[in-house]
Nanobody, 123 residues
Framework: QVHLVESGGGLVQVGGSLRLSCAATGRTFSNFAMGWFRQAPGREREFVACISWEGSNPVYTDSVKGRFTISRDNAKNTMYLQMNSLKPEDTAVYYC????????????????WGQGTQVTVSS
């Protein structure tokens, strides 16, 4: 079993920054790609970013490229999402997840999810 716990969400003004963390239990954290999704009110959950098992080749959705940075520390079983230049449309519940692969392949589904952390960007 893998247990994922997000933290770091909160209320921030437009243009501000937040750093989300995802702490994982289980010895297999470093063997899998990890990622972030988000879900805004009334909308479907959408992919945000993915990072491979060893931290290379990050993948981002177009709307966050150049503003968000995904990273991981396998020694600490923790993944991060640095979010800069935040916009009101970034407001959502952010979920971390584990993918069923070592790299960020299109079409690979997550198999574990965290409970989510709320990010609210006020204008």
């Amino acid at each position: 079993q893998v247990h994922l716990v997000e933290s770091g969400g909160g209320l921030v003004q437009v243009g501000g920054s937040l750093r989300l963390s995802c702490a994982a239990t289980g010895r297999t954290f470093s063997n899998f790609a990890m990622g972030w999704f988000r879900q805004a009110p009334g909308r479907e959950r959408e992919f945000v970013a993915c990072i491979s098992w060893e931290g290379s080749n990050p993948v981002y959705t177009d709307s966050v490229k150049g503003r968000f940075t995904i990273s991981r520390d396998n020694a600490k079983n923790t993944m991060y999402l640095q979010m800069n230049s935040l916009k009101p449309e970034d407001t959502a519940v952010y979920y971390c997840n584990r993918f069923r692969s070592v790299n960020c392949y299109t079409g690979v589904s997550p198999d574990y999810w965290g409970q989510g952390t709320q990010v609210t960007v006020s204008s």
